[in-house]
């Protein structure tokens, strides 16, 4: 019997329209909600180091002597755990993975030093 069903699929599946993609010569399209990398925009970033703390993967650290935001890409488990606690919006991921690599990939960014607003009182002097 089971014969039978295995060939009738096999028949079925003469005529069917293949099910795979054309996945290299066609851009795979990712649904909205996929987590690919996570991507930094350090102009609002205040060195606060949460995100760092709420990584279960120690993959992000924050040197704040030398104002650098470090991920190690290898180590990130694209969890989210740091997008969604970082208070200031700096860390978003992003729909797209990165391509695979026999090194280690450690991405190290430069966190801008912001100037204080002047008050009222330092600008009448």
């Not at 995100?51 to 470090?70: H, L, V, Y």
């Not at 729909?95 to 990939?105: E, L």
Request: hydrophobic fraction near 30%; proline fraction near 7%.
């Amino acid at each position: 019997m089971a014969i039978l069903s295995f060939g009738r699929t096999l028949v079925s599946n003469l005529f069917k329209k293949p099910v795979t993609e054309g996945y290299p010569f066609e851009p795979r399209e990712y649904t909205p909600r996929t987590r690919g990398h996570v991507v930094f925009d350090g102009d609002n970033c205040i060195l606060c180091n949460i995100c760092g703390r709420k990584c279960p993967s120690n993959a992000i650290r924050i040197d704040k002597t030398e104002r650098m935001f470090i991920i190690e890409r290898m180590r990130c488990v694209q969890c989210s755990a740091c997008v969604d606690s970082c208070p200031k919006g700096c860390l978003s991921l992003d729909g797209h993975y990165i391509a695979p690599s026999i090194q280690k990939v450690t991405d190290a960014y430069d966190v801008p030093v912001k100037e204080k607003p002047r008050t009222s009182e330092q600008t009448s002097e």
